[in-house]
């Protein structure tokens, strides 16, 4: 059973920078992705930032040269490195962990940006 565990959400000013951790225990051997999603009120939930099996990493083009995604060698842990963060980046952010048979989710953590 995978779980998935998300911290680092908060309230920031526009401009500032938050770091997004996932703790991931169980097995994901043979994972398709990982990384990270975010829902904002009213809207779909998007894809931000994943790794990609194989060793590929895609980012949404809204977050690219401002969001960086990381993992430890274990994969026990990924994080998401969010600078000069807009208003429009307020949402719910998701860890998730892509398997061939399952999609598992974090519980999400919220980040906000405002003045």
């Known amino acids: 059973q995978v779980q998935l565990v998300e911290s680092g959400g908060g309230l920031v000013q526009p401009g500032g920078s938050l770091r997004l951790s996932c703790a991931v225990s169980?097995?994901?051997?043979?994972?398709?992705?990982m990384g990270w999603y975010r829902q904002a009120p009213g809207k779909q939930r998007e894809l931000v930032a994943v790794?990609?099996?194989?060793?590929?990493?895609n980012y949404a083009d809204s977050v690219k040269g401002r969001f960086t995604i990381s993992r430890d060698n274990a994969k026990t842990t990924v994080r998401l490195h969010m600078n000069s963060l807009k208003p429009e980046d307020t949402a719910v952010y998701y860890c998730?962990?892509?398997?061939?048979?399952?999609?598992?989710w974090g519980q999400g953590t919220q980040v906000t940006v405002s003045s």
């Open positions: 998730n962990v892509e398997l061939s048979w399952r999609n598992y």
């Open positions: 169980g097995s994901i051997a043979g994972f398709n992705a």
């Open positions: 790794f990609i099996s194989g060793g590929g990493i």
